[in-house]
């Protein structure tokens, strides 16, 4: 029965740590600022940034009623900061989305440090332009990213060790 107890706390705390990696938002809020007729909040995944795929999301409220503006024309640009004329320009889009709320675009990052988000919003209220420096860090080593799938078969082969383990014990006695 113990050897149960122990199995199933594995099992446990494995789910527990596959799920906290998982993502159903938009990623860390980066900016968010009032600018002219719009309040505008940039988000960042993964958490924290790092070199690779970086997705940006943008949430733009009307900063009088605070009713979120979903047909905002937005342009996003990244470019490290000290090479400012190297920026990356997409069109944010609602298609990429977790939740239509959002606006959002994908940029691959070659390389750690500072960069500068910035956003251009046009809107029925007029346009306005915000920006921040964000740090990227250096990208994942990828045997951390793979050590969920080598994990994986370790569950069901430990679960296997504690029912032979605990046959073993009551054969013995």
Not at 21 to 26: R, V
Not at 80 to 89: G, K, L, S
Request: hydrophobic letters at 45%; a positive charge.
């Amino acid at each position: 029965m113990k050897a149960w107890k122990t199995t199933l706390q594995l099992s446990a705390m494995t789910t527990l740590a596959l799920a906290a990696t998982a993502m159903a938002d938009g990623g860390t809020v980066q900016l968010s600022k009032t600018s002219g007729p719009y309040h505008v909040t940039l988000l960042t995944s993964p958490s924290p940034p790092r070199v690779g795929t970086l997705d940006v999301s943008v949430v733009v409220n009307n900063a009088e009623s605070g009713e979120t503006l979903r047909d905002a024309s937005i342009m996003l640009s990244l470019a490290p900061a000290d090479e400012p004329d190297a920026a990356i320009t997409r069109p944010a889009v609602t298609d990429q989305s977790p939740t239509k709320l959002f606006q959002m675009a994908s940029f691959d990052l070659n390389r750690a440090g500072a960069w500068m988000l910035a956003a251009n919003v046009e809107g029925p209220a007029g346009r306005t332009h915000v920006e921040t420096i964000i740090q990227i860090g250096k990208p994942i080593p990828r045997w951390i990213d793979l050590a969920g799938w080598i994990a994986l078969p370790l569950m069901p082969i430990t679960m296997y060790f504690f029912r032979e383990r605990a046959a073993a014990r009551r054969r013995h006695s």
